[in-house]
């Protein structure tokens, strides 16, 4: 009988062989011990992630206990029932989307590139002659400044805004039974509400930053109350940074660890766009994408009821030789890259350009300062739903 289990220290070290053997012998597989349906084939992957009609992103329509304690979770703590857009459904979701959108124009992303590169330099510069720790030193720092510059948040203001955010999200996440996590909640929400009045009032902001243009839609009368506004900016401050810099720390690893490769890149930079798709294809941070049925349906002949959770493994689809010939080989001259890394559908990754963009960069960056190099340390992180690092030395 097929098993799944992410915690064995095999899975961890190298989950695609068990993703393989699953996919060969049950594409769609009922987790017993994780209360969940397992998706590893790719066309029932894209397919999920693309029925919003039987699926949501929202955990509130999760079947049994779950779904009710989460509901009762978030009725209980400060902005609990504001809406996040990655767990919404449409036409909540597209309205949101719709809005934020704007500020995410091909022209606006490309205007990050020279901010980005900078950024990169004085991170490397910080890092000791000759090799860096890629998580701590350069990966996480530059995912959260990245995307706080680009929502527009003053530089003086970002280590504030980020960190009472923090404070909002841990109440969502754990609950009303901490009293002293719920008051810091409610003092970050009064912080924050502030801060958005400031910036209102005296223009500080950038017109064409996620702030300026969500300020632009209220203005103007769309439909954007303050609490969605402010959990919008909250959300995706900090919900991509995790596997923002997983990616950065996998790039590097998989770089370092395969000298053919990398060599590819030193003798031509114009693979440097393939070789990051390849990348993330090859060993996607993001791993699991959760989904819970909201109507009855089958994925490869198996009943699928109201209330199911379900989880589309990207990893597993990303490596499915049905769509990716050789998927276990690293090849930056693939062509067509079709992979899930991003997700799919309507919650496609908002900052997919910009991620894009900061990879591209970051491996320019690297081969300029350290040219062929190699792996010096590595450290596993991550969990079962975003794969990487803890530690990726190179040098």
């Not at 767990?87 to 995410?104: E, Y």
Request: charged residues 25%; proline residues 6%.
């Amino acid at each position: 009988m097929p098993i799944f289990d992410p915690t064995r220290p095999s899975y961890i070290a190298d989950p695609y062989p068990a993703l393989a053997a699953l996919r060969r012998t049950e594409p769609v597989h009922r987790s017993v011990d994780m209360g969940a349906w397992i998706v590893t084939s790719y066309e029932e992957a894209q397919r999920i992630l693309r029925d919003e009609e039987h699926f949501s992103s929202d955990p509130v329509n999760a079947g049994g206990d779950l779904g009710a304690a989460i509901a009762a979770r978030r009725e209980a703590v400060p902005m609990g029932t504001a809406t996040i857009l990655g767990n919404s459904d449409d036409p909540v979701h597209a309205h949101l989307r719709g809005t934020v959108n704007r500020a995410f124009t091909p022209r606006t992303i490309a205007s990050r590139k020279v901010s980005i590169e900078g950024r990169i330099a004085g991170l490397l510069d910080q890092a000791p002659p000759g090799q860096v720790e890629i998580m701590s030193a350069l990966a996480e720092p530059l995912a959260a400044s990245t995307i706080l510059a680009h929502l527009g948040i003053p530089d003086d203001e970002q280590a504030t805004f980020r960190q009472l955010s923090l404070d909002i999200m841990r109440a969502r996440s754990e609950g009303p039974g901490d009293l002293a996590v719920v008051e810091a909640a409610e003092d970050a929400i009064d912080g924050l509400m502030d801060m958005l009045q400031e910036w209102d009032e005296s223009g500080r902001c950038d017109p064409a930053s996620v702030v300026g243009t969500l300020f632009a839609a209220a203005h103007a009368g769309e439909d954007l109350e303050p609490e969605d506004l402010l959990m919008l900016l909250i959300h995706i401050s900090t919900a991509g940074n995790g596997p923002t810099a997983m990616a950065i720390g996998n790039i590097a690893y998989h770089l370092a660890t395969n000298p053919e490769r990398l060599d590819e890149l030193l003798a031509a930079r114009s693979l440097i766009p393939d070789a990051v798709e390849e990348l993330l294809r090859f060993d996607s941070p993001t791993h699991l994408v959760a989904r819970f049925a909201v109507r009855d349906s089958t994925a490869a002949g198996r009943k699928i009821r109201v209330g199911d959770q379900v989880f589309v493994c990207v990893g597993g689809a990303n490596r499915d030789p049905a769509e990716f010939p050789n998927p276990d080989t690293l090849d930056f001259h693939r062509g067509e890259n079709r992979h899930l890394s991003f997700g799919l559908g309507g919650h496609f990754c908002l900052g997919a350009p910009l991620a894009r963009l900061e990879f591209q960069s970051v491996i320019a960056a690297l081969l300029d300062r350290y040219g062929a190099f190699e792996l010096k340390a590595f450290e596993r992180g991550g969990n079962f739903l975003v794969r990487g690092a803890q530690r990726v030395v190179i040098g």
